[in-house]
Each structure stands twice: as C-alpha cells, then as structure tokens.
C-alpha cells in the first residue's frame, strides 16, 4: 500500500470512529491493542493470556459485571443452540 493509499486509509478509520458511540470506543482501543498483539511475531503466549485474564476481570468489574452474569449468558447461548 503505498503512502497516499495508507493516509487516506487512516483518515477514513478516524472518521468512522468519530460516528461511533462512546460505548464503542473501548472496544475498539481493545481490538486495536489484539491486533498490535497478533502481529508481534514474538509473543508469549502465557504472559499475554494472563494480561488479557487480568484485563477482562478490570473491564468486567468496571462495567459491573458478574461472574455470575457471565454464566448466565454463556447457559442462554448454549441453550439456544
């Protein structure tokens, strides 16, 4: 991709994310750091599920979420299916 395809490219991704709602831009900060993650050829694979563990416990207890709730909406998909 040469330099003028990558500055429009990235203007373009500002621009969705500025329509984005607020609730989103978490996530999207989240899988941004996944993808810089994954595209680093030396990961260890155990110091980063253990980030990502600790990361979702923080993210989950911000947002009041229990681990109770979490098993409950794992149980509905299950039963779903």
Known sequence: MNSNS?????EQT?????GLPDDYLEEVYHFIKYL???ANK????????????EKMKEL???????TKDIQEAIETIRAEK
């Open 36 to 38: 810089k993650y994954k």
């Open 60 to 66: 989950s207890s911000r947002k009041n979420i229990t």
């Open 14 to 18: 500002v621009n969705e994310l500025r």
């Open 42 to 53: 030396n990961i260890d694979w155990k110091t980063g599920f253990k980030e990502a563990v």
């Open 6 to 10: 990558q500055t429009k490219l990235f």
